[in-house]
């Protein structure tokens, strides 16, 4: 009996979905490159685009912005291997950009000498493909062999081939993978871990590799020896080697059994050990140590350690069964961990406390771990990198806020001293601005920090143009951070800029970001819709004059509260957004969030879904605010389907809607700097336009 009810309920659920299915008259929409879906494409971008380009204000901030973007004194950041600190880089000149070198003694002066390694813009022309750049793997220590990534039109499958740095150009019959959402890992110099397509059945639902190979130089990939088989159901497999000078070379593979969980193996040969680790911490190795971020309490060795924390032993100790890990940082209500950097003798944790961060490093002395904060040049948002953890106790240190440009320091872990290596020139004029944090309160109690950028003689009278900007999902915090674009297209026009800290998000830590989970996402929602109420109760803005902004998770974001107040606001810019809630996990890299909303198959959970998907819940005969949607083509990650059938569902309804789709771009709808100025200027002519 119990069989057959089982049975009937998955059918149920079956008939269901494709029910669901049909009764979508947007459907084809979802045929992404289909003729007729591309054909609706262009008619709404030429709507679009001719009502916003039309604007005066629209050319010149274009090209204001792409100056900026483009500007040859921008910071450009560099990753030392070996003897040459390496960088990509993109200008007006260099479209698609160009990969280069310089020796670190160039780089700290004004205008260092570049020598340039790849042209990606001569080769695209070479090759006639629309090459993006997807960044490349260097064996260690030599550097010589590099594995190269690149996408068609910024997709995030990649084609991966193998470089010869000595002799610049790739290497004949060397190492080339087909375009697929997979990647490689050195293990010596004739062979790889690699995790790709690998034909029918070998990838996951989401889309991503399943199968972990080691493949040798001169043989198929094909015949390449199968380490580990993944199941349909996991989220991806991905093997790598890790090598320190010192210290002896591990071997790893982990195995995302949903988006946030996974399993940890040791690789010694053919044999995998599975590591001692919760499913949800994080886990990296370093210096023959075991790093371990914990996403929740975790009890080891008789001791509880919290949620959020950071621990750290040595990695023979750990296989042996021993659990007297150190504490490097420990969680706090309003507090998480920002980053991490290790140097030869020293670890660097880069703390928040409330949004703001502090600085710390730790060094091993006489088997004892000591902590000094780090003294740091104000109080923007800090990001530290090691310069080389083989050779010394060098790090990059960068600072960014809101209005002072991004500065760059050289410094060195036991000293507060520290040399500035570049300055980000200011791109506007930041003089007449100030940053202040205020707090909401949500539907529930908590409160909800937010950060304004404003005119320092703002009136507080409610008719600020104000754009409200958040994401709220993944674990991902939204930090304050010098931007020319929003300081050219939005704060240069009379606006203000407001950043909402909201649940979902990382900027109090694994507790913040679960907060926000499955059913409890319209905490998320509540939270948004309380950082607006509390800015027209504060008479900085008004309905009239309040437009909100998010992509991605942050598009979702926006099209469930403009559904659920479209009183608050007067205009949204929803870019490459998850929409349709009902088929989000069918769709592309879909089925991989299920972890962070639920899984609509699931009658339970598409219980809270239903009520809070944009697509299923949107009305006509309601006043909505006017809606920008911007997404890619070429985005393989949130599939386009999304805005296109929102797109459509909301002109049927009568509502006042804009459209703009790029044709190449990826899930950043931008390809290069050129498409990035003018998606800037688009978003902010239309919003300007809007709320004035």
């Given at each position: 009996?119990?069989?057959?009810?089982?049975?009937?309920?998955?059918?149920?659920?079956?008939?269901?979905?494709?029910?669901?299915?049909?009764?979508?008259?947007?459907?084809?929409?979802?045929?992404?490159?289909?003729?007729?879906?591309?054909?609706?494409?262009?008619?709404?971008?030429?709507?679009?685009?001719?009502?916003?380009?039309?604007?005066?204000?629209?050319?010149?901030?274009?090209?204001?912005?792409?100056?900026?973007?483009?500007?040859?004194?921008?910071?450009?950041?560099?990753?030392?291997?070996?003897?040459?600190?390496?960088?990509?880089?993109?200008?007006?000149?260099?479209?698609?950009?160009?990969?280069?070198?310089?020796?670190?003694?160039?780089?700290?002066?004004?205008?260092?000498?570049?020598?340039?390694?790849?042209?990606?813009?001569?080769?695209?022309?070479?090759?006639?493909?629309?090459?993006?750049?997807?960044?490349?793997?260097?064996?260690?220590?030599?550097?010589?062999?590099?594995?190269?990534?690149?996408?068609?039109?910024?997709?995030?499958?990649?084609?991966?081939?193998?470089?010869?740095?000595?002799?610049?150009?790739?290497?004949?019959?060397?190492?080339?993978?087909?375009?697929?959402?997979?990647?490689?890992?050195?293990?010596?110099?004739?062979?790889?871990?690699?995790?790709?397509?690998?034909?029918?059945?070998?990838?996951?639902?989401?889309?991503?590799?399943?199968?972990?190979?080691?493949?040798?130089?001169?043989?198929?990939?094909?015949?390449?020896?199968?380490?580990?088989?993944?199941?349909?159901?996991?989220?991806?497999?991905?093997?790598?080697?890790?090598?320190?000078?010192?210290?002896?070379?591990?071997?790893?593979?982990?195995?995302?059994?949903?988006?946030?969980?996974?399993?940890?193996?040791?690789?010694?040969?053919?044999?995998?050990?599975?590591?001692?680790?919760?499913?949800?911490?994080?886990?990296?190795?370093?210096?023959?140590?075991i790093t371990v971020r914990l996403k929740s309490a975790w009890t080891a060795g008789g001791k509880v350690f919290q949620q959020g924390s950071l621990l750290v032993m040595p990695f023979d100790r750990f296989l042996r069964g021993e659990r007297d890990f150190a504490v490097l940082f420990e969680g706090g209500e309003r507090k998480s961990l920002a980053g991490t950097a290790a140097t030869k003798d020293y670890f660097l944790v880069n703390e928040l406390d409330n949004v703001k961060n502090r600085l710390f490093e730790w060094k091993l002395t006489e088997g004892i771990w000591r902590k000094r904060e780090v003294k740091t040049p104000g109080l923007g948002t800090l990001s530290i990198a090691a310069l080389d953890a083989d050779e010394g106790d060098e790090y990059f240190l960068t600072m960014t806020d809101f209005l002072t440009p991004s500065t760059l320091y050289l410094a060195k872990a036991s000293s507060d001293q520290r040399e500035v290596v570049k300055t980000l020139p200011a791109f506007f004029d930041a003089t007449p601005y100030k940053v202040e944090q205020f707090e909401a309160v949500s539907k529930d109690g908590e409160r909800i920090p937010y950060f304004v950028v404003m005119r320092k003689d703002a009136k507080f009278d409610g008719r600020n143009p104000t754009l409200l900007y958040g994401y709220g999902g993944f674990e991902i915090a939204q930090l304050p951070a010098y931007s020319p674009a929003v300081g050219l297209g939005w704060l240069g026009q009379g606006g203000v800029y407001v950043v909402a800290n909201i649940r979902g998000g990382g900027e109090f830590g694994p507790r913040w970001h679960q907060a926000g989970l499955k059913a409890h996402r319209q905490r998320v929602f509540d939270d948004f819709i309380a950082v607006g109420e509390d800015l027209v109760q504060r008479r900085i803005s008004s309905p009239r004059h309040l437009a909100i902004a998010g992509g991605s998770n942050g598009g979702l974001l926006v099209g469930a509260v403009m559904v659920q107040r479209p009183d608050l606001f007067r205009a949204v810019v929803c870019s490459v957004p998850l929409l349709d809630m009902r088929r989000y996990h069918k769709l592309l890299a879909g089925a991989s969030w299920v972890a962070e909303y639920g899984n609509p198959d699931d009658p339970g959970e598409w219980d809270f879904i239903s009520k809070y998907s944009p697509y299923q819940n949107v009305k006509s005969g309601i006043k909505m605010p006017k809606v920008l949607f911007v997404t890619s083509t070429r985005d393989d990650r949130v599939h386009p389907g999304h805005a296109r059938k929102m797109m459509a569902r909301m002109k049927e309804q009568g509502h006042d809607v804009l459209y703009y789709e790029n044709i190449e771009g990826g899930h950043s709808a931008a390809a290069n700097l050129a498409q990035t100025a003018y998606r800037n200027a688009l978003q902010y002519t239309f919003l300007i336009n809007e709320l004035r």
């Open positions: 009996m119990l069989n057959k009810i089982i049975v009937a309920v998955a059918a149920w659920c079956v008939l269901a979905g494709v029910a669901q299915a049909n009764d979508d008259p947007y459907l084809w929409l979802e045929d992404v490159h289909g003729e007729k879906a591309l054909s609706w494409v262009r008619e709404q971008n030429a709507r679009s685009q001719a009502l916003i380009e039309g604007s005066p204000g629209f050319a010149p901030l274009r090209d204001k912005i792409h100056a900026a973007l483009s500007s040859r004194d921008r910071i450009p950041t560099v990753q030392k291997r070996g003897a040459w600190l390496y960088n990509f880089w993109q200008d007006a000149t260099n479209v698609r950009g160009i990969w280069r070198r310089t020796a670190l003694a160039e780089y700290r002066k004004r205008e260092p000498r570049w020598e340039t390694i790849l042209d990606l813009d001569q080769l695209a022309k070479e090759e006639k493909e629309n090459w993006v750049w997807r960044g490349l793997n260097c064996r260690y220590p030599e550097y010589s062999q590099c594995l190269l990534s690149l996408s068609r039109g910024g997709a995030d499958a990649v084609v991966i081939r193998e470089w010869d740095l000595t002799t610049r150009s790739f290497v004949k019959n060397g190492f080339q993978l087909k375009e697929a959402k997979g990647s490689a890992a050195w293990i010596d110099a004739d062979s790889l871990f690699v995790q790709t397509d690998f034909g029918p059945g070998s990838q996951t639902r989401s889309g991503y590799a399943r199968i972990v190979k080691v493949w040798t130089r001169g043989t198929p990939v094909e015949q390449a020896r199968t380490l580990f088989e993944g199941r349909v159901e996991d989220i991806s497999v991905n093997a790598y080697q890790v090598q320190q000078k010192g210290y002896a070379t591990r071997q790893f593979l982990r195995v995302g059994t949903t988006f946030f969980t996974g399993e940890n193996y040791l690789v010694e040969g053919s044999k995998l050990t599975k590591l001692d680790v919760p499913a949800d911490a994080a886990f990296s190795y370093w210096q023959g140590r």
